[in-house]
């Protein structure tokens, strides 16, 4: 797993390397819970494009993030998605708490709201 | 070819990914899908982790996983010794978890259900429960 800052966001990015399981996920969750508080940021965005396999443990780890976020009023974005990844995200419903794009600056421009209306229009 | 293998291991999170890799190789020589062979990953993944987690509510414990081919019909046997389950319509209702952990989405069975063609449950209070999944792969072409 590896960090970054963006503190212009005030976001935390963490790249999440293999298969989230019961295992992997308290892992997950024990970094980014621990790198919020540490560097004061209220946004995670989940870098997914080394995660090779994700069962229903990954959503509880997705949703547990959402709501910790969401009391600070910040969100959660999960960029570089696998098809069966999304699948299970789209199951459970995360895929309406949670910004799904396909890049990281994608995820930053929606989280900021200058989304596709705003793209299109200028 | 029609075969059986059985596997017992510990109850153990680490394990997870050892059982699922297990039944994803013995699927292997039916030449699956990569949607079959994740999908056989994710539903087995799921009750082995439900065995750990509640079954043995993580105190030591033994599972058995037992895989089954006929045809191209595969069945995957998950059995406990752990808890049981009070009341099975329940558990396996989408978004329901008897768990106190608030970080169980309650959607094992669902998916379990989502991907595979049949999900049979079999529980005891106090004796352990058993979760039989049979899934078919779709023909091949050439
Ligand atoms: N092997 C088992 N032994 C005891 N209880 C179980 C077992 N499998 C499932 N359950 C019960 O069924 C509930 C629903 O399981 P599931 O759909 O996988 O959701 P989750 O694991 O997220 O709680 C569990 O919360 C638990 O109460
Ligand atoms: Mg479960």
Redesign the interface.
């Known amino acids: 797993m590896e960090m970054t800052l963006i503190a212009k966001h005030r976001l935390i990015v963490v790249r999440i390397y293999g298969e989230i399981d019961h295992h992997a996920a308290a892992e997950v969750r024990r970094v980014a819970d621990r790198e919020l508080k540490r560097t004061g940021a209220v946004n995670v965005a989940f870098d997914f494009g080394h995660v090779t396999f994700m069962d229903s443990a990954g959503i509880g780890m997705i949703i547990g993030r959402y709501k910790t976020v969401s009391a600070l009023g910040g969100r959660v974005i999960l960029f570089d998605v696998s098809g069966q990844v999304e699948r299970l995200l789209e199951m459970s419903g995360v895929s309406r708490i949670v910004i799904i794009s396909d890049t990281l600056q994608h995820g930053i421009a929606e989280m900021n709201n200058i989304g596709k209306e705003r793209i299109h229009n200028g | 070819m029609d075969n059986k293998v059985s596997i017992c291991f510990p109850a153990s999170?680490?394990y997870?990914?050892f059982a699922?890799t297990v039944a994803a190789a013995f699927a292997i020589p039916l030449d699956p899908t990569v949607?079959e062979l994740?999908e056989i990953?994710?539903a087995v993944?799921?009750a082995v982790?439900n065995a750990?987690?509640h079954g043995y509510c993580g105190a030591d414990g033994i599972i058995e996983l037992n895989a089954e081919l006929d045809g191209r019909e595969l069945t995957f046997i998950i059995r406990d010794m752990g808890n049981g389950i009070a009341d099975i319509d329940k558990a396996r209702e989408p978004l329901y978890s008897g768990s106190s952990d608030?970080?169980?989405?309650g959607?094992?069975f669902?998916?379990m259900e989502?991907f595979t063609d049949e999900l049979t449950v079999t529980s005891t209070l106090g004796e352990g429960t058993t979760v039989v999944m049979r899934k078919r792969l779709a023909d091949h072409a050439g």
């Open positions: 999170s680490e997870e990914r699922r949607e994740d990953k994710i993944s799921e982790t750990i987690i608030p970080e169980r989405s959607m094992g669902s998916i989502a």
